[in-house]
């Protein structure tokens, strides 16, 4: 971790080097790449204040404590840092990735070209739902059928409307 540290209105002191170095290279385990940390320690009468923004993994994240002791400003700073590190990677680790569609290529394989039907082909997005929330989204929209999410099987499920009543699909593996 490279560690850039700028002192205004403030003597630059070996002991207080030492200590933002030891305090701010603590958050280099949370990165997995090469990481800057540009530090300002500035001092106007009796507020010390401490500003440090890091910039790694693509992210850009900057913060800033005051008090009336430079060694405790960088104390808070460094740990309002460390938890909006933890938050950023606990997103970045719980994003969703994009369901994968399948072609209809696999459907014109096997059928001549002259009795091949036409295929058309709908993207739809799966909403996690129940299937009470489900039920109520298809009685609103008034559509026939609706592919969702459901988070109790932890897989995909397509409830149809059939007559008066409705059927619940639910995949089986074997």
């Not at 800057?36 to 800033?64: C, M, P, S």
């Not at 060694?71 to 970045?92: F, G, M, N, P, S």
Request: charge should be negative; proline fraction near 5%; avoid cysteine.
């Amino acid at each position: 971790m490279q560690i850039n540290i700028t002192f205004r209105h403030l003597d630059s002191s070996p002991g207080l080097k030492e200590y933002v170095q030891k305090r701010i290279s603590k958050l280099e385990k949370y990165f997995y790449g090469p990481v800057e940390a540009h530090v300002i320690l500035k001092a106007e009468k009796f507020r010390q204040e401490a500003e440090v923004t890091l910039v790694g993994d693509g992210y850009n994240i900057t913060g800033r404590e005051e008090t009336s002791d430079m060694y405790e400003a960088i104390d808070l700073v460094a740990a309002k840092l460390e938890t909006q590190v933890k938050k950023l990677r606990e997103k970045r680790k719980n994003r969703k990735r994009a369901p994968k569609e399948f072609e209809s290529a696999a459907l014109t394989e096997f059928i001549p070209e002259e009795e091949a039907p036409a295929v058309e082909i709908e993207r739809v997005f799966v909403k996690p739902m129940s299937v009470e929330e489900a039920l109520e989204q298809i009685k609103a929209t008034g559509r026939d059928f609706l592919i969702f999410n459901n988070p109790d099987t932890a897989s995909v499920n397509v409830l149809y409307r059939r007559g008066n009543s409705y059927v619940l699909i639910l995949p089986e593996l074997s």
